[in-house]
């Protein structure tokens, strides 16, 4: 199974490459297990579907702790088809056992509690597209009941779930809806937003 | 059937509030079609689809022209179950004969050619979820078959496709592939990003 992300930061500030370059050092931890590429739209990371969420926390975290008004976007999937299967991408874990939606729902639960604390307070606002399944709803109205319990859930938007809180429980809460919904091999993809800083908070 | 989208603008300035305000001055024309609400992350825009982009176009180059590098990212969205019919979501040209996937190619590659030119160079990258089909994939392969003669196509990217060209045939390029492509009355969304006066220019 094919999973990455198109991510892309924006610093609003006249330093916005300084801020990039600089938070760019958080990925080094993840660089050995991900393929990444550049363009001047946004960078592709290919890589473990579940190092993709703990990589997008610490980039955004750091970029965050400057201050300024950031935004991270991603264009997050896995099991597109028409691309390539990829050994970089084998799940850390394993195919892992899928259970019934209720299940599901404790087991995401229980890893969002478990989550360590980042320090910094993000808004964030997602869609999630179970792609290709007639039933696509039922798994997203799983997913938002996750959402409303796991501490994070800010309220239900036109087209999205808005999500607020410490990034550590955050971006936990964000991997368990992209990676324990929808179909375990099927076509998953999240719209992504993630904003610190902002100065019309509401 | 409801219609909208989420929308955020990025101005990678010390001055991104100036630049954003003096940019919504271009939402003035569409604001008796359009229901509007703004928070901290996004802003929504609820109307009839093919006014959009349009607005979308008129907004981002409005702030794309302070010469400041410039994103603007949307989730957009129709008929997505769950949300209400609404009045104002009404399609100014009605429900619309639709046509088999050459002849919906065919249209869409003409109105792109009698878009006006915004005088602006944008790059753009999107990525379309038609909803609830499991032959979701056909619509997308047609969709992409429009874009590579769209005149504005770059390049397929992992995930999404990558447009580059005037804000104008571009603009018009994604209502096209928005409108014309899932099922008429179905569950679309487009997951976009646009982007100029990048100094990383590839």
Known sequence: M????????????DDFVGIILGALH??????????IETDDVSTLIVGPPEQL????RDLFAAAARTGTHCVLHATVSRGCPGEPDDPICTPLSGAGVRGDLAGRIAQARNVVAAAELAGQTVAAQFSLYPLGAVQHMD??????????????FDRSKNFCTKLRGDAGPLFA???????????????VAMDLTVSANSPSKI
């Open 2 to 13: 094919f999973s990455g992300a198109q991510i892309s930061l924006y610093p609003m500030s």
């Open 26 to 35: 958080a990925l080094d931890p993840y660089r050995s297990d991900f393929r």
């Open 53 to 56: 969420f703990p990589a997008m």
């Open 139 to 152: 798994e997203i109205y799983g997913c938002i009941d996750f959402l409303k319990t796991s501490g994070v």
């Open 173 to 187: 809460t964000l991997g368990e809806a992209f990676l324990r919904f929808g179909a375990p091999e099927g076509h």
